[in-house]
């Protein structure tokens, strides 16, 4: 068997491992009989447990990332918001599908220091760095002049991400839940807002007569 076919095997059997077991609780004996290979092949192929878990986190992140772009750029063409959607889909979808790396990466790997947590961490901001570009995209498309500073845009897509991973969680422990109703339910949730915002119709917190105790109530 070639090389590179027989380390995706093992890698395959490794985030299997790691995504049911976690990183601690899985052994090196496990990932080999899993793969079908002797323990001292896996050391030879992948050096260390730590070594192959961090391979196995960039594999499952470059899989996803790409999973995402491919999906929002499906259609040439499309408005941001049809964009944005195509992508929320293809994210839940590898997700769903892919639920041990998914596993890995939104589990395992925050949860254990450096440099697993740094290799997310890569994987976050550039899907934060290609969410931003499609919310601009959007305030662009509603008026020429956008009135929406890059920070508002930063972290508009800051929040975005973070629920489409903790929904992705949900998702794949909700049974019946499926790619398409977790990718709907972010878009009811996000874009209705981010909608209005770029309409120059953003919400705005009460003003300071709001803050003031009504007379008799001591509130």
Not at 32 to 48: D, F, M, R, T
Request: charged share 20%; hydrophobic share 45%.
């Amino acid at each position: 068997m070639p090389r590179a076919v027989r380390e995706q095997q093992m890698m395959d059997a490794a985030v299997q491992t790691f995504g049911q077991r976690g990183y601690r609780a899985a052994s090196m004996d496990e990932i080999a009989e899993l793969a079908g290979v002797s323990k001292p092949l896996v050391y030879l192929y992948l050096n260390s447990k730590e070594e192959l878990f961090t391979a196995c986190i960039r594999r499952e992140a470059k899989a996803l990332v790409k999973a995402v772009r491919a999906g929002a750029g499906a259609e040439p063409g499309l408005p941001a918001d049809r964009q944005l959607w195509s992508g929320l889909r293809a994210f839940f979808t590898h997700t769903a599908e892919h639920p041990d790396g998914w596993a890995v990466l939104h589990r395992q790997a925050r949860t254990h220091g450096e440099p697993f947590a740094g290799e997310v961490t890569a994987m976050r901001d550039e899907l934060v760095a290609f969410v931003t570009e499609l919310i601009g995209a959007a305030a662009r498309e509603a008026h020429h002049d956008p009135a929406l500073p890059d920070r508002d845009v930063s972290g508009l897509a800051q929040a975005l991400v973070g629920a489409a991973e903790s929904l992705a969680g949900w998702a794949n422990e909700t049974p019946g839940v499926s790619a398409k109703e977790a990718a709907a339910t972010l878009m009811n949730f996000s874009w209705a807002g981010l909608e209005n915002l770029m309409n120059g119709h953003p919400w705005q917190p009460p003003g300071p007569a709001a803050d003031r105790p009504r007379r008799g109530t001591g509130r």
